[in-house]
């Protein structure tokens, strides 16, 4: 409305014996409130980015009415270091976290993290289920940590099997992630149970409940919610195993790439201390392949309805103008491909995330191909409610490809995952993913090089082939100033010694 306008309604209003509306200015307006989801171990498996055989209309549906990144890259394929880079805004490298065993606090008592950043501009900060690793981490920085009570395995069998399997561990003298990890049950659950017996569905309510709250309260809110699925096990409620018919699934290819470094993958140790995988190594069989594949799926669509609830709340509550959304996944996963499962690798299935912005300063509808990065999210969120990002961050803000989508951007995407002694760098740059395994001394021991331009799966190490030097030699030029590895930190969880290292 100008100015006019605005004279001649007040005018007529006054005629009419009413009090004229106010005219809103930019300063008048509430800061947009922010809601993070965090779902743990979602790849691209979605309708948005083209994957054909998922049903997740509710993330559908935030991709059209806000942007899709196509092309956006975790720092580390695994939870706990790449969690920590989207909340501290830094790489691996700088929080020196690069496995489960460290909170960020432990590390960095006084880094600004995103909830603490949004603390002081005077935001209500709430954190839901899986957000940090570790629930407690940055606890400081949340004015609010309601808990819910929902379970991970809802049949009664498997939960006998589990407290059997936790009695025996005790008994053999196993202790903290070693007892739980020995306590497992089976990698799927079918159950026929209302949503909320599970632990994100139990999450969804309370932030419904919560969003409830914090609209009476009047006050800006920093929402991040974390949901547990689609990461193992993939228990869900029947009726999104009955979305999927389990013969429709094709079995990947378990072919490897050809001249790939043993370096590059796993055999999958976290899948294997299921009761129901087998211990030996190798790959699984076509049965457990496609049951497997089938669970996934469900747990996907079990997601999005949670992320869909959430949504249809905050838009019944008259907030969803007002706030911006933003959906990402922690880091990619094998699903049977390459005959591999689970993350913990630099392949661009298991760096590749999905993420997607709604709200105020987002474009409506719009695909964004540049190459980012999850380290971008943190100055975005910044600028996004009228904030300089703070100095510290290292990586770019967002704001301007959020309002078009098509502007300049940098075209390098930084990966990285350990091999013990051996770091294992990764960039994506147009089509290629380029990784090389740095020793502690500084000495490449392995080098890949895959031509992703007809899709995610890497078919050939390109890396030593004389026609291919030239590209070599300058993409390891541009990933060397990326190499500031830290020295192995001596504590583990809460600072005690001795720790031992867990990939999940
Ligand atoms: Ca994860």
Redesign the pocket.
């Known amino acids: 409305m100008n100015r006019r306008d605005f004279l001649r309604l007040s005018a007529a209003g006054a005629l009419a014996g009413l009090a004229p509306r106010k005219l809103q200015s930019a300063e008048d307006k509430a800061p947009p409130n922010v809601l993070f989801f965090f779902v ?2 979602l790849r691209t498996q979605l309708g948005c980015y083209g994957a054909k055989t998922v049903k997740s209309p509710n993330i559908d549906r935030l991709a059209r009415e806000g942007m899709l990144f196509e092309t956006a890259y975790c720092q580390q394929a ?2 706990a270091p ?1 969690r920590a880079s989207v909340l501290s805004g830094w790489r691996p490298d700088s929080t020196g976290i690069y496995d489960l065993d460290h909170p960020l606090r432990s590390m960095h008592p006084d880094v600004v993290t995103l909830p603490q950043f949004f603390k002081q501009a005077g935001y209500e900060t709430v954190t839901i289920g899986k957000v940090y690793h570790h629930h407690d981490d940055d606890k400081a920085n949340w004015t609010r940590m309601p808990k819910a009570q929902g379970v991970g395995y809802a049949l009664e069998e498997n939960q006998a099997l589990i407290r059997k399997r936790h009695q025996e561990a005790k008994q053999q003298g196993l202790t903290g992630k070693a007892l739980s990890r020995a306590a497992r049950g089976p990698a799927t659950e079918c159950a026929d149970v209302p949503d909320e017996t599970y632990t994100d569905g139990s999450n969804a309510r309370l932030a419904i409940q919560q969003l409830g709250e914090l609209k009476q309260a009047g006050k800006p809110f920093f929402m991040a919610l974390g949901f547990v699925k689609p ?1 193992l096990p993939f228990n869900s409620p029947k009726k999104y195993w009955d979305l999927y018919r389990r013969e429709d699934f094709p079995v990947p290819p378990r072919t490897t790439p050809k001249g790939m470094p043993p370096m590059a993958l796993t055999d999958f140790g976290e899948l294997r201390a299921y009761t129901d995988i087998p211990r030996q190594r190798g790959p699984l069989d076509d049965d457990k392949t496609r049951e497997l594949i089938h669970g996934y799926h469900a747990a996907v669509s079990f997601t999005d309805a949670n992320v869909g609830k959430v949504l249809d709340e905050l838009d019944r509550l008259g907030l969803a103008d007002n706030t911006i959304v933003v959906l990402w996944g ?2 990619g996963w094998k699903l049977g491909d390459y005959g591999s499962w689970c ?1 913990h690798t630099n392949f661009e299935l298991d760096t590749h995330v999905p993420l997607l912005f709604r709200g105020p300063g987002v474009s409506a509808g719009k695909r964004c191909k540049a190459l980012v990065e999850m380290v971008d999210v943190f100055p975005s969120l910044a600028e996004l409610v009228g904030h300089k990002p703070p100095a510290h961050c290292e990586g770019e803000s967002l704001k301007r490809l959020l309002a078009k989508p098509d502007g300049e951007w940098k075209n390098f995407a930084v990966s990285q995952y350990p091999r013990g002694p051996v770091m294992g760098y990764s960039a994506r740059c147009d089509k290629w993913r380029y990784t090389e395994w740095v020793d502690r001394d500084g000495q490449i021991v392995a080098r890949e090089l895959y031509d992703h331009g007809a899709g995610p799966l890497a078919t050939e190490n390109l890396a030593d082939r004389p026609e291919q030097a030239e590209l070599v030699a300058g993409l390891s030029k541009r990933l060397k100033p990326y190499q500031r590895r830290k020295p192995a930190p001596t504590g583990g969880a809460g600072g005690k010694k001795g720790a031992k290292k867990k990939k999940e």
């Open positions: 743990d171990d695994v939870c790449s990461h922690d880091h993350k």
